[in-house]
């Protein structure tokens, strides 16, 4: 695969992110994503792999179990916006508890679509890849917040003093 103008490789990082989390299963679509599995030097033996089907994704689901990982390329292009928005929710709320998907530039996929669903920009490919990689992971998605907690809900200076 092509490297990008700054010397960053798809497949590279689709590889780091598997040495990275070292998941035991994992969900992937064809493509980039099963050409990095098999290429993937660091697999353990007892790691279970299931392939969504290329022209129909969606049918898989349920999925048998909860997976750790899902590896989504060359299939956002293929499908119309809301069936992929469908087959990334899917993965998202019972498929994986982490996901990247790799989306070529010029797909009617817009960066605020990812956004919108909790995704992050990992990385944006320039020539003469262009494409962008976009991940979710559970544990990091919704981060705690100072404001977000207990403490601060019930105003406990005001108790006895007014109420509303």
């Known amino acids: 695969m092509a490297t990008d ?5 798809p497949e590279q990082d ?3 992110i598997l040495a990275h989390y070292q998941p035991t299963s994992v969900v992937h679509s064809a493509g980039l994503a099963e050409q990095c599995l098999q290429e993937w030097p660091e697999r353990p033996a007892e ?4 392939r969504l089907p290329a022209e129909a994704p969606n049918s898989a689901f349920p999925l048998p179990r909860l ?33 990247a998907v790799y989306v070529r530039d010029g797909s009617p996929w ?26 979710y992971d559970l544990d990091t998605y919704n ?9 601060n809900w019930a ?9 509303w």
């Not at 103008?5 to 490789?9: F, T």
């Not at 790691?47 to 299931?50: D, G, K, S």
């Not at 992929?84 to 508890?97: E, P, V, Y």
């Not at 105003?155 to 109420?163: G, V």
């Open 47 to 50: 790691a279970e792999c299931l």
């Open 155 to 163: 105003n406990p200076e005001m108790w006895d003093k007014a109420r």
């Open 67 to 99: 997976f750790d990982l899902a590896l989504i390329t060359d299939t956002l292009e293929e499908l119309p916006q809301p069936q992929g928005q469908k087959l990334l929710g899917q993965l998202r709320n019972m498929g994986a508890t982490r996901i």
């Open 110 to 135: 817009r960066f605020q679509d990812f956004i919108g669903m909790g995704f992050t920009r990992l990385y944006h490919y320039t020539d003469p890849v262009n494409a962008t990689l976009f991940a």
């Open 5 to 9: 103008a700054n010397g960053y490789n």
């Open 14 to 16: 689709l590889t780091m």
């Open 143 to 151: 981060y705690v917040r100072e404001w977000n907690n207990p403490e």
